[in-house]
């Protein structure tokens, strides 16, 4: 890298340094580190002003080539002036759009990026040690001050690199606990569901208790264990039965004399259509009969 390459990077520098401090100056009722970083800004700004005027005056003299050589490893890719312009960059970046600057919520721009700024002091602290011992023309000096430098900005970089790699090597593990939390959700929703289901059948119950005092269920179950195999099979598979099952809303008129089996017949109909509803729905329909032998619980008061 040649001389001209350092003071390009200065008058990068130098031009960015000016936005941020107007900026920072125009800035209301912003904290104290807002000042100090337009202070401390402005002085760098002195000193790598000189360093621009001094490197221009050895280029033309070369007077001292030793330590041109040596200057011109500030400018150094990923170099002590390039990480402050691309650190300069990001603060500008943030407070400044293409139509100019950002006027809206100005305080706040300082609290929200406090750390930075304290990056961006410490990085100005350093260089300027840097430019104090460029501007001194001690090549030797100078070149011991570049390496240490150098080195901390290698170190730094070495640090993210390891933060970065102490990450990647979590993530298997966040991947995991996420894993274990969506089937702890699944399995919570499935107790949610059965404890669900449960209000809701003891809900029903009471309804049914609430419509009649007659154990329905309990007379159900004791028609269908006195049933012969086969018992009122013609009536499931007659036309009429289908007609009435595969038609909405629609009601099923079954007249007889006494003793012809109509209590038999409605107690298989209700267990067919329970297991046809099951099947289908997951739960058995409701269903209601009466007994001409327990007139006394069939009244209008009883039912409802």
Not at 87 to 114: H, M, N, P, Y
Not at 176 to 190: F, N, P, R
Not at 216 to 222: A, E, L, N, T
């Amino acid at each position: 890298m040649d001389s001209l390459s350092v003071t390009a990077s200065i008058i990068a520098i130098l031009q960015v340094t000016a936005t941020l401090v107007s900026y920072a100056n125009d800035v209301k009722d912003a904290p104290k580190d807002r000042a100090r970083f337009a202070m401390e800004a402005l002085s760098l700004s002195s000193l790598l002003l000189n360093l621009r005027y001094q490197i221009e005056d050895e280029t033309c003299e070369k007077s001292n080539e030793a330590w041109t050589r040596q200057v011109t490893l500030l400018g150094l890719p990923d170099g002590p002036l390039d990480h402050y312009r691309h650190a300069l960059e990001k603060l500008q970046v943030k407070i400044v759009s293409g139509k100019g600057l950002v006027k809206i919520g100005d305080a706040l721009w300082w609290r929200f990026t406090k750390e930075e700024v304290a990056g961006i002091l410490l990085r100005i602290e350093r260089l300027k040690s840097l430019i104090q011992i460029a501007l001194q023309m001690d090549h030797f000096k100078l070149s011991q001050a570049i390496k240490t430098s150098l080195d901390e900005i290698y170190d730094n970089g070495k640090g993210i690199k390891i933060d970065l790699a102490v990450v990647r090597s979590q993530i298997p593990a966040i991947q995991g606990s996420v894993g274990a939390i969506q089937d702890s959700v699944g399995a919570l929703q499935e107790s949610v569901d059965a404890v669900q289901q449960e209000r809701d059948r003891k809900k029903n119950q009471v309804f049914v208790k609430w419509i009649s005092s007659a154990n329905y269920v309990s007379q159900q179950s004791d028609f269908i264990s006195r049933r012969e195999p086969g018992t009122g099979q013609w009536f499931l598979d007659s036309p009429e039965f289908n007609k009435w099952t595969d038609e909405p809303s629609q009601t099923l008129f079954c007249p007889g004399i006494p003793g012809s089996g109509k209590t038999m017949v409605s107690a298989i109909t209700v267990d067919h259509l329970r297991k046809v509803a099951d099947r289908a729905l997951g739960h058995p329909p409701g269903a209601k009969a009466a007994n001409m032998r327990h007139s006394d619980l069939h009244g209008v008061a009883q039912i409802f």
